[in-house]
Every structure is written in C-alpha cells, then in structure tokens.
C-alpha cells in the first residue's frame, strides 16, 4: 500500500470498507471519478479480494477478505455509474475449481452487481 499512497492513490482496508459500508464506500469513489476532464473509468476486479472461504480459486488466497454481499455492494454503484467504461475480472484459478463452483459464484457476483438485483451472491 506504500506505493500506492506514494503516487497519491487512495487506497482502503477490508476493515475500512466494513467500517464505512461498502455499498457507500463504491458511492463515493464513483462520484469521486467525476472529476472534470475525466472521461470514464475502468473496474478491474481480482478474484483473490474475496475471503478465501468462498473463493479458493486463486494462486494467492489470503485470509479476510471480502464476503461475496460486500463485493457486490461495493460494486453496484461503481458498473452503474455512467462514467464506467468496462470491468475485467482477473486472478481466478479454474485449475483450482474442478467443480466450477467458485467461477459459479464469480460469476454471480457479477451479473449481480451489473443487475442490481439481488441474488444468491448478494445475500
């Protein structure tokens, strides 16, 4: 997180998205980007964000992490704001989901957050 606070990128904890509520934490960085002279932004979303317990397909799983509720909350005003350009979605392992549950759920929390409705991955 040094680096990114070294080039003035706002950076925010699993801890600090619990604190300030998720769904308003993507609210405020969603209007942060409508900044004049920025035309639109891009969501890039790595799978290992989510808590380990329910994505295990990825190479560095770590402990803590978001819940797949929280991950939807903070995305939904992020892919619903008019200035987002796009979301790519990286880091998620099929090669460590034989079942394909976790990619399944990757999945959900997506058409979720894009939809607004609320689903299996939002509860």
Known sequence: MA????LKIPTVTVGGLREWGAEDLGRATA???EAPGLNGF??????DVLDPSVMPAVDSPDPGGLLPGELVALLRPLVGSPR???LDVT????DLDPDGTAGALLTDIVVSAFSGADGQAGD
Do not use: K, M, Q, R
Request: include cysteine; charged fraction near 15%.
């Open 3 to 6: 680096e990114l606070a070294a």
């Open 31 to 33: 209007l942060s980007f």
């Open 42 to 47: 891009w969501v890039h979303l790595d799978a």
């Open 84 to 86: 987002c350009a796009g």
């Open 91 to 94: 880091i998620y392992d099929p």
